[in-house]
């Protein structure tokens, strides 16, 4: 194991020092003092890397990832797993706006709260398939063009309005699945999604990652299936059919 | 009410006396608009699913088939032509938007049939390129401020750090054109064509094919809205990455590769299901501004470690010159700019026609704009959309351009046609289509070798033009206005390209 001081690096000096490291076959480094550097883990490949980061990381943490795990302890910015392959990122503190862009595979699991645009065109591929877990509410335009991989918004904190989710929920969405612990009024939907009941099957596919969430951030299992979930999932897997003149 | 059809645009000729019912053209249309009439004895066609590529014509043994345009398929009207007509016709038929292929074609878009080039006559001795080096190596990417050398020995040493760079032997490279809308016998075949001259080929959005894998050197991998295929090894894969904006085809709209398109192949490597649709959302839903394209500039160089040049492509609209110089200060190595007639595999029509400005503007106002601001040595300018021959490119050189992509000229180097209907995936050339039949129809090594002639040839005559102007050095030419002058152009048109007309002296 090794501790890194974070303070006064700029993160090509920050990211350069942890890449060298795990060249080096370092496998679990400790970064103290982060203070907005950007790109931490970005690209990292290898399934046995483990970084944890005390303080805030900046945007775009874990873009690219393709197999580390990374624990954040506070809050992390935007951008969390852009783009990523493989991995786990754990936050235990809120994380920003597109949180899991794109993302192919791996799992970012947030105790806290997430941005806008959370998930946006996940999409999953035989074996890579993303699963993202927010442990309190979302803003708008949640799982927006979504294709594929599993995304769940617990609402263990609600928003101003008292809302889990904000408006336009699903908006373009074609493929994956969507499951909120809570109501979700039909006006914060996106034409493309409808609600559905929560069948036994989709529980036993569901757990297994709640359980591991609840592991990771000490929350009780039992508490969180208490309230009832509700399942989001595109009508269609052709939102824009028919939109041709040939 | 009687239902008005759309007129056929071709009209395929059979000469009876030279046909010898072979039936080839029969076997061979993809758009099955031929057909055998067995108990006439005779072939005929449904004019109404000719698509005008003239395949048929091109493999007929006897000569017997001529595919001619239907010039009075609609009355004659300026304003109200044949292909207007056709449209609305279409569009009352579907209530759908109408899709086209290719680039712009309508003519009133090209200045460079209006810039002429110079020569040296008395005063300065052209150069005679069979005799003489003439050099139009170019390399793509951020140079330095300036270059501190070392003498030691004799020998020179550079001390500056140079960021990475793509060395090109030709100043010409194909453009992105992802396995999925072209077939992988025509991506092998730039791909080759970009080894045997030493340049490069694009992947385009699709991700990556195994079998392209081996061509890495000379590849550039595209990263765009959709990141369809991204992942590390994709981007590590190509010797640059491109960052892909906007295309002239359809500036400011999203890409939509219908799921009967995705078939297992492509599924692979776009990596998504097969049969769902691939959407490409319009921007890049991580950057709504400069400070967000610099961060993913700079995410792909972190993880490919600062070894490959990232560029960014966009195509040129109305304010091309600011954001060209926006993309250079977030980062950019290189920035590509696609002009109006940039050409795609399909886009809504109506953006096509419409949509952006002409390159030859383009390349002008920004490389103005970047001396003006003291960066332009900090990328290199690579421009497309519309490039037909060698003159295009020493003209797109001489506006200000380093090095140009072509897709058009190099499919019709692979026997393109023109027809316009890539989007129809029924390509009888074996281009544009995921059929393995019609895709048998493109040899890649002699593909290959066409693609590179083409470049080949081009190269000489560009060596032949800068001789002819007393120049020696491709990079002597680059933005030097004074080689071109303008005809018939409005005075501020020529100022916008920095020209004179033609007649002016120096």
Redesign the interface.
């Known amino acids: 194991m090794v501790r890194i001081d974070a303070s006064g690096l700029h ?2 000096e920050l ?1 350069e020092t942890i ?1 060298k490291l795990v060249d080096e076959g370092e496998k679990e480094i400790i970064l103290d003092n982060v203070c907005g550097q ?2 931490i883990g ?2 990292l ?1 290898g399934n046995d890397i483990k970084i944890e980061i005390v303080g805030t990381p900046g ?2 943490l874990a ?2 990832m ?1 197999g580390a795990t990374i624990i954040v302890r506070s809050n992390a910015q ?2 969390t797993a ?2 990523m ?1 493989r991995g786990k990122v754990i936050i235990h503190g809120d994380s920003g706006d ?1 949180t899991g ?2 993302m ?1 595979g791996g799992r970012i699991y947030v105790k806290g709260n997430a941005g806008y ?1 959370v998930g ?2 996940m ?3 035989k074996n ?1 398939f993303p699963v993202v877990i927010i442990g309190g509410f979302v803003r708008d335009f949640l799982a ?2 979504m ?2 991989g599993l995304l769940i918004v617990l609402g263990l904190e609600t928003d101003e309005s008292g809302n889990v989710v904000g408006n336009f929920v699903g908006t ?1 969405m ?2 994956g699945e969507l499951y909120i612990r809570g109501t979700v009024a039909e006006h914060q939907l996106g034409k493309e999604v409808k609600i559905h009941r929560v069948t036994d099957e989709d529980s036993n596919r569901i757990i297994p990652y709640l359980s591991e969430f609840c592991d990771d951030f000490g929350f009780s299992l039992d508490e969180i299936l208490k309230k009832e979930f509700v399942k989001l999932k595109p009508y269609t ?10 | 009410m009687a239902k008005r059809r759309a007129p056929s645009e071709f009209i395929v000729e059979r000469d009876e006396y030279k046909c010898i019912r072979c039936l080839a053209c029969v076997r061979m249309c993809s758009y099955e608009a031929n057909f055998y009439d067995e108990r006439e004895n005779m072939v005929f066609t449904d004019n109404s699913k000719c698509v005008g590529c003239h395949f048929c014509e091109a493999i007929c043994p006897t000569d017997a088939i001529r595919v001619i345009h239907n010039p009075l398929a609609i009355k004659q009207n300026a304003h109200w032509t044949g292909e207007v007509v056709s449209d609305i016709i279409k569009q009352a038929e579907t209530g759908g938007v109408l899709l086209a292929s290719m680039g712009n074609d309508k003519q009133h878009f090209s200045y460079f049939d209006r810039i002429i080039l110079n020569a040296s006559q008395v005063t300065n001795p052209s150069i005679d390129p069979l005799r003489e080096p003439m050099e139009i190596r170019t390399f793509i990417g951020r140079k330095p401020e300036s270059v501190d050398l070392e003498v030691e020995n004799g020998s020179v040493l550079l001390k500056t750090e140079i960021t990475p760079q793509l060395k090109l032997e030709v100043p010409i490279m194909f453009s992105a054109m992802s396995y999925g809308s072209i077939s992988l016998n025509a991506c092998k075949s730039l791909a080759k064509a970009a080894q045997m001259m030493g340049t490069f080929f694009n992947t385009g959005e699709g991700g990556l094919h195994k079998d392209l894998r081996q061509y890495g050197a000379n590849m550039i991998v595209q990263c765009a809205s959709g990141r369809f295929g991204v992942d590390m090894e994709y981007l590590n894969a190509g010797a640059a990455i491109e960052i892909k904006i906007g295309q002239g085809a359809k500036p400011g709209i999203g890409g939509h590769l219908p799921g009967e398109k995705v078939t297992e192949p492509i599924s692979e490597t776009r990596m998504i299901p097969v049969g769902t649709d691939a959407i490409s959302p319009a921007p890049h839903h991580d950057i709504y501004s400069i400070e967000d394209l610099r961060q993913l500039i700079y995410a792909l160089k972190e993880a490919t470690r600062y070894e490959k040049p990232v560029g960014v492509k966009i195509s040129a609209v109305h304010n091309v010159a600011p954001i060209a110089s926006g993309i250079v200060r977030a980062g950019a190595d290189f920035v590509v700019i696609d002009g109006i007639r940039g050409g795609t595999g399909a886009t809504p029509k109506v953006i096509r026609d419409n949509v952006g400005i002409p390159i030859e503007l383009a390349i002008a106002v920004v490389d103005q704009r970047l001396r003006d601001e003291g960066i332009r040595h900090l990328a290199s300018i690579v421009v497309a959309g519309g490039i037909r021959n060698s003159a295009d490119v020493i003209k797109a050189i001489a506006l200000g351009a380093d090095a140009v992509y072509i897709g058009t000229a190099a499919l019709v180097s692979l026997g393109c046609h023109l027809c316009q209907k890539c989007y129809t995936g029924k390509c009888n050339w074996g281009i544009a289509t995921q059929d393995p039949k019609l895709v048998k129809r493109l040899n890649p090594e002699i593909g290959a070798r066409r693609a590179a002639n083409l470049l080949r040839a081009w190269a000489l005559e560009i060596k032949e033009m800068l001789g002819g102007m007393g120049i020696n050095a491709i990079e002597s030419l680059r933005g030097n206005r004074d080689q071109l002058r303008g005809v018939g152009l409005s005075e501020y048109e020529l100022k916008l390209l920095g020209i004179k007309p033609a007649g002016e002296a120096w």
């Open positions: 993160y090509k990211n890449r950007r790109y970005c690209g490949r945007n775009d873009a690219f393709d935007d951008g852009n783009t392959n597109i862009h794109s192919r645009r946006i065109h999409k999953s591929y890579n927006e063009y294709a594929g373009g074609h493929g897997h052709r939102p824009y059919g028919r939109l041709y003149a040939y």
